[in-house]
């Protein structure tokens, strides 16, 4: 059994812009795991930069709401909500609210640094 405490993850500004914090990704934790899941946080009122993975990735709303633009759609979101953001997707996330926005992030291939292009 594995297990890691959100605590004890080191944070640290993805370069979208949001604070990450990487809770599995078997690239560095030797785990059977095709995927990474990381927690971030926006905070109120920021939008992260545009970017894009060659990976499909999921976000999991845990608190918060906002607007999440891929490609050329934007939707409102709240807590409760998964997005599927298809590979090659150019993406951001905005904070609407006056709390954290704060959710999880499934990268399936897991993530990798070469895999992610910034575009602002």
Not at 55 to 74: C, F, P, Q, R, T
Request: proline fraction near 4%; glycine fraction near 4%; aromatic fraction near 10%.
């Amino acid at each position: 059994m594995f297990i890691r405490d959100l605590s004890k993850c080191k944070k640290f500004i993805a370069g979208d812009n949001s604070i990450l914090r990487e809770l599995f990704n078997p690239l560095k934790d030797k785990l059977k795991l095709r995927y990474s899941l990381a927690h971030a946080i926006v905070k109120p009122n920021q939008l992260t930069y545009k970017h894009r993975l060659k990976a499909s990735e999921v976000y999991y709303i845990l608190e918060g709401k906002g607007v999440m633009y891929v490609d050329k759609e934007s939707k409102n979101i709240k807590s409760g909500q998964a997005i599927y953001i298809p590979p090659n997707s150019v993406q951001q996330i905005k904070n609407t609210g006056k709390k954290n926005l704060v959710f999880l992030c499934i990268v399936d291939p897991a993530w990798q640094h070469k895999n992610e292009e910034i575009l602002e």
